[in-house]
T-cell receptor, first 113, second 114 residues
Framework: AQKVTQAQTEISVVEKEDVTLDCVYETRDTTYYLFWYKQPPSGELVFLIRRNSFDEQNEISGRYSWNFQKSTSSFNFTITASQVVDSAVYFC??????????FGTGTQLKVEL | EPEVTQTPSHQVTQMGQEVILRCVPI?????FYWYRQILGQKVEFLVSFYNNEISEKSEIFDDQFSVERPDGSNFTLKIRSTKLEDSAMYFCASSEVEDRDGYTFGSGTRLTVV
């Protein structure tokens, strides 16, 4: 069975601050996939990133970056220079390809002016 | 960009009534899923569907639930006799076998049972 832990329930930052959202994914599988989704107040799930378990290269996309460390089972997500529009619930999820996603409990990010 | 389409966006139903939630997955995707999110909680897996049959289901997906792919494009979730605790956002998703960009979710159907 897989377990996704997002220990941070809620984070509040002031605009332009950097913020890191933590995720720990526990599984016995050697091959798996990790995801981050954003859920804005409107409720839809917006795909942000997918990583393979065998690819530990960090990834940067604009103000977003992801750090995957297999040794610690962590897949952390950093937003640089946060903006009010980044306010949302962020979910980390994992899967064995082609199978169901297991979601974490989400982190509510509030970015204030 | 291809989308997963869900209808209706919001449905209100009386307890005990049957509801059918509809989804049109991305056309070349082979795996289909339903997930549920009770307000303020995490997203939970209900069922996966592949090759015209259920491939996996969770404990939530009891005899009151059923899924169907009645034609080549639609994927439906039926709740036979709704309960108050079925009130939630229901998300449909689809994926390719060798998925590159992640599971694609629809925008959800908010089901309210009164």
């Amino acid at each position: 069975a897989q377990k996704v832990t997002q220990a941070q329930t809620e984070i509040s930052v002031v605009e332009k601050e950097d913020v890191t959202l933590d995720c720990v994914y526990e599984t016995r599988d050697t091959t798996y996939y990790l995801f981050w989704y954003k859920q804005p107040p409107s409720g839809e799930l917006v795909f942000l990133i997918r990583r393979n378990s065998f690819d530990e290269q960090n990834e940067i996309s604009g103000r977003y970056s992801w750090n995957f460390q297999k040794s610690t089972s962590s897949f952390n997500f950093t937003i640089t220079a946060s903006q009010v529009v980044d306010s949302a619930v962020y979910f980390c999820a994992g899967a064995r390809g082609g199978n169901k996603l297991t979601f974490g409990t989400g982190t509510q990010l509030k970015v204030e002016l | 960009e291809p989308e997963v389409t869900q209808t209706p966006s919001h449905q209100v139903t009386q307890m005990g009534q049957e509801v059918i939630l509809r989804c049109v997955p991305i056309s070349n995707h082979l795996y289909f899923y339903w997930y549920r999110q009770i307000l303020g909680q995490k997203v939970e897996f209900l069922v996966s569907f592949y090759n015209n049959e259920i491939s996996e289901k969770s404990e939530i997906f009891d005899d009151q639930f059923s899924v169907e792919r009645p034609d080549g494009s639609n994927f439906t979730l039926k709740i036979r006799s709704t309960k108050l605790e079925d009130s939630a956002m229901y998300f449909c998703a689809s994926s390719e076998v060798e998925d590159r960009d992640g599971y694609t979710f629809g925008s959800g159907t908010r089901l309210t049972v009164v």
